[in-house]
């Protein structure tokens, strides 16, 4: 079993920045893909940013491209998103996301069998 807790949410004005973390405990293997997946109301969940914790794969949605830098460090279990330019389109409940499994389609949501209970993050204009 995989936990995970989220946290850095907040609300900023646009053009600020947030830095979400994402503490994994439990079943702490690096070997999984690991994601930011993104809700806002009314609207389906979406992935935001994923990656592999064992292999330099990345994915970011194009929305983000440039704006947003996900990272993960293997010795704290920890996975972070750096988001800067921060945009009004970006507010929503933020979800860190886990894979059972060693490998995954980078943005499927489906593939991910661990969630968080999200942290919300609200961009003013």
């Known amino acids: 079993q995989v936990q995970l807790v989220e946290s850095g949410g907040g609300s900023v004005q646009a053009g600020g920045s947030l830095r979400l973390s994402c503490a994994v405990s439990?079943?702490?293997?690096?070997?999984?893909?690991m994601g930011w997946f993104r809700q806002a109301p009314g609207k389906e969940r979406e992935p935001v940013a994923t990656?592999?914790?064992?292999?330099?794969?990345?994915y970011y949605d194009d929305s983000v491209k440039g704006r947003f830098t996900i990272s993960h460090d293997n010795v704290k279990h920890t996975m972070y998103l750096q988001m800067n330019s921060l945009k009004p389109d970006d507010t929503a409940m933020y979800y860190c996301?886990?894979?059972?499994?060693?490998?995954?389609?980078?943005?499927?949501?489906?593939?991910?069998?661990?969630w968080g209970q999200g942290t919300q993050v609200t961009v003013s204009s």
């Open positions: 990656l592999h914790t064992g292999n330099p794969s990345r």
């Open positions: 996301a886990a894979t059972s499994r060693s490998w995954c389609v980078l943005p499927n949501l489906g593939d991910y069998n661990y």
């Open positions: 439990g079943d702490t293997k690096n070997n999984r893909c």
